[in-house]
C-alpha cells in the first residue's frame, strides 16, 4: 500500500502543471507502423458505423417489394393474412330423406380470399361412392365458407356448400398455434337430394409448415401494420405508465433518501439483479404465472390471461430498473448547493424534490423514459410469450394483440416472399422508431450533463 | 395586537403541519413503491428455482439431450430417460464463445480509437453509432443476420450466425467499457512512454492496453451475461435443435432458445425440462454478475 502511495506522490511530483499539459503536444513517433496501426483501428471502428448503416440498408432494400405492393397503404391496413387453418373430419348429419353420407377428410381452408380444391368421396347408402371435388371459397370478409362441389363423373353438376363459420367461436390458442373455429353446415342439394345440416362442427387444425405453396398472389397483397403498430404503442405505453411511479420512487430513494448504508445496497443490488435477468425467462415465468393470474382476477380478458394487459405488466417490471438507474444518475447530478440553500430555507424533502430535485432534472428524466419506451418498444420474446399473438387491432386491454417484434419472432421463420417483405418493413420501423427515441435521449442527456 | 400574533401563529403551526404531513406521505409512497419494486423478483427467483431446482441435481438433465417423440407416461412406464438440456448447455457455451472470439478484438480496438481521438469528427460520429447500436432490438440483429448469411448466402441457419448477431449485440458494451476506461488513463503514462522513444503501436498494446485491462474483462463479462439470455436473435440465426451437436455450421440450441421451444411445447415433460434450463440460465447469469462485480471490485484502475 504505501509502496503504490509512493509510486502515486512521484508521479504527481513529475506531473506538470495543467497549462503546460495542454501546451505540449504529443507528436507521435515516426515510425512507419504507427500510421497503418492508426488506419487499422480506424478502419476496425467503422465497422460500428457500417453495420448501423447496413442494417438500416438491408432492412430497406429487403423491404422493397412490401413498399412497391403496399406504398403509405401498409400503415392502414388492418389485416394480416397468412393465418391458416385446415379442416379435419367434417361430416355431416343426414336428414330421413338423405341417403347420402358424406365424409371429407381433410381440407384446407386458408383465413382470406383463398381457393383451395380437394378430391373427396361421397357415400351413398349402400356404402358406393361418387367422386367429386370441391373447392372451397373462403374469405375473411364474410362469415362464411363456400364449397363447390362437382361430381367428377358428370362434368358439370355442381352443387354450392355454405358452410358458415361462426365468428363468435373463433377462439385462438396462443403459442401451439392450433385455431378451433366451429363451422354450422347449413344447407346443401348434392346430386339432387336436399341435404339439411345444422350440425356444428369443431374444426381444429395447425399450422402448415409451407405457407408459400398455400397462399395465391391474390393473398399476398393484404399484409398490414396497423394493428401491430397500434399494439406496440399501446403495450408500450401502458407498460411505461405502470413502471414510472415506482421507477421515481426508487430514484428519488437512491438518489435523496438513502444515498448509501445497506438498505440502498439491498435496493441496488435487486434492481441489477432484475436488469440482469434474461428476457426468456420474464417471458417463461410471466406465461406460467402473471397470466393466469390476470386470468382469475379479470376473468372477461382474452387468451386465458395471455394480452396486452399481461404483457404491459410484464414490460414494466423489466424496465424499471432501466428507468431507475438512469433517473437516478440525472438525480446525483444535481448539484448539492441547491438543496443546501433549499433545505436551510426550512424546505421538507417533499419540497426539496418537488422545487429543486424535479425542475433541475426534469429533461433527464425524461430522456430516461424515452430510452425505456425505446426499450419497451423493440422487447420481443417476454411479450411474444404472453401477448396472445392474436393479429387484431386490440379492443381493450384484456384483448390478445400482437406488437411489432412479437410478430417478427412468431412469423418470420416461416413467412412467404410477400409476407417476409412486410415483416421486414415492420422491423425497418421499429428500428428506425427505436433510433428517433435513442438520439432525442441521448440529445436531453448531453444538454443536462453539458449544464 | 396579542390576538393577531396568536392567529399567525396558528396559521403557520397550520401550515408546517401541513407540510410536514405532506412530506411523511411523499415519504412513505417512496418507501412503499421501492419496496414493492423488489417483490417481483422474489417472485420470479422463488417460482423459478421452486420448479427447476431439483432438476438441477439430477446428473442425466446435465448430460443428455430432450428425448424426441416420447410422452412422460411413457416414459413413467418404460422408465425411460426424461432427457435433459446437454444440447442447449454446449450450444449456449459455443454461440457464446465465438461471439466473445468475434466482438472482443473488434470492440477493444474500436475503444482504444475511440478514447485515443477524442477531437475528431469521425469519433463523435461512430460514438453516437455505438449509442444507437446499443438500442437497436435484438430482434433486427436476427433480422439482419438473417436476411444476409442464412438467405443471401444461403448458407442456411448455424451457430455461426448466431454468434455474429450475439456478437453485434455485444460489441457496444465492450466499445464503451473499454473507453470508458481508458478515459480514466492519466496522459503522464502515455507521455513517459512517448518521452522514452516508445513507438505508439507499442504504447497502446504495452501500456494503455493492459493498464485498461480491468475495464475491458469487465465489459467483456457483462457483455457476455447479456448476450447469454438472449434469445430474440438467435430464432432465426442458430435456430435450434433437438440432438446434441458440436458442429458450428449447423443449427445449434442454446439454453434461451430451448426455453422458447419446451415453453410452448404441450408435453409436461418438456415444460419441465424448460424450467430446469431457466434455473440453469438464471444461476449462469447470477454467477456472471458476481464474478463481475469481483473482478470490478478487486481490479479496479488505480491512478
Known sequence: MSKNQKHKDKHQSIQPRPEQAAEAKITPAVYKGDKIFNRVLLGVSATVFIVLLGIFITLLSSATPSFEEFGLRFFTIDKWFARMTSVSGLSGVQTANNPLRMEVKFI???????????????????????????????????????????????????????????????????????????????????????????????????????????????????????????????????????????????????????????????????????????????????????????????????????????????????????????????????????????????????????????????????????????????????????????????????????????????????????????????????????????????????????? | MKAIDREAKKQVTKSVGKNILKDRIFEGLVILFSILSIVPLIFILSYIFAKGFPKLFIPEFWISAPPVGQSKVAIETIGMNYGGIANGIIGTFFVVIMAAFIAVPLGVMTGVYLAENRQSKIVNAIEVAVDMIQGVPSIIFGIFINIWLVTTMKAGYSAIAGSISLALMMLPIVIKSTEETIKLIPDTLKEAAVALGTPYYKVILKIIVPAAMSGIVTGVLVGVTRIAGETAPLIFTAFGNPNVNYNVTQPMETLPTLIYNNARSASPNLIENAWGASAALVVLVLLLNILTKVVVNKWKVKF
Open chain 1, 108 to 451: 384446407s381452408i386458408i383465413d382470406g380470399a383463398s381457393v383451395t380444391s380437394e378430391k373427396f368421396h361421397l357415400f351413398t347408402a349402400d356404402n358406393s361412392s361418387v367422386p367429386v371435388t370441391a373447392k372451397w371459397f373462403s374469405s375473411e370478409f364474410s362469415n362464411k365458407v363456400e364449397v363447390i362441389v362437382q361430381n367428377d363423373l358428370m362434368p358439370g353438376v355442381t352443387n354450392t356448400l355454405v358452410v358458415l363459420k361462426n365468428i363468435l367461436d373463433y377462439n385462438h390458442f396462443p403459442l401451439a398455434d392450433i385455431y378451433r373455429c366451429r363451422f354450422v353446415l347449413l344447407q346443401t342439394n348434392i346430386n339432387g337430394f336436399d341435404y339439411n345440416i345444422v350440425k356444428t362442427v369443431s374444426i381444429s387444425g395447425e399450422r402448415y409448415g409451407d405457407i408459400e405453396s398455400y397462399i395465391t398472389e391474390g393473398d399476398q397483397r393484404w399484409f398490414g401494420a396497423l394493428p401491430f403498430v397500434s399494439g406496440t404503442l399501446l403495450t408500450s405505453l401502458l407498460a411505461l405508465l405502470i413502471s414510472l411511479p415506482f421507477s421515481l420512487a426508487i430514484a428519488v430513494f437512491l438518489g435523496e433518501y438513502f444515498t448509501s448504508g445497506i438498505v440502498s445496497d439491498v435496493l441496488k443490488t435487486t434492481n441489477e439483479l432484475l436488469a440482469g435477468i434474461p428476457s426468456i425467462i420474464y417471458g417463461f415465468w410471466a406465461f406460467k404465472f402473471v397470466a393466469p393470474l390476470v386470468y382469475e382476477l379479470f376473468p372477461y380478458s382474452d387468451g386465458g390471461g395471455s394480452n396486452i394487459l399481461t404483457a404491459s405488466i410484464v414490460l414494466a417490471i423489466m424496465i424499471i430498473p432501466y428507468s431507475a438507474s438512469l433517473s437516478r444518475e440525472v438525480i446525483n447530478m444535481v448539484p448539492n448547493d441547491l438543496k443546501e440553500a433549499a433545505y436551510a430555507m426550512g424546505a421538507t424533502r417533499y419540497e426539496v424534490v418537488k422545487r429543486v430535485i424535479v425542475p433541475y432534472s426534469s429533461s433527464g428524466i425524461v430522456a430516461g423514459t424515452l430510452l425505456a419506451f425505446g426499450r419497451a418498444l423493440g422487447e420481443t420474446m417476454a411479450v411474444t410469450l404472453v401477448i396472445g399473438n392474436k393479429n387484431e387491432i386490440p379492443q381493450s386491454i384484456f384483448s390478445s394483440g400482437q406488437t411489432i417484434a412479437s410478430l417478427i419472432a412468431s412469423k418470420y421463420a416461416e413467412g412467404g416472399r410477400m409476407q417476409i417483405a412486410a415483416l421486414t418493413e415492420l422491423g425497418l420501423i421499429l428500428f428506425v422508431i427505436t433510433l428517433v427515441f435513442g438520439l432525442l435521449g441521448r440529445y436531453l442527456i448531453k444538454k443536462l450533463s453539458v449544464r
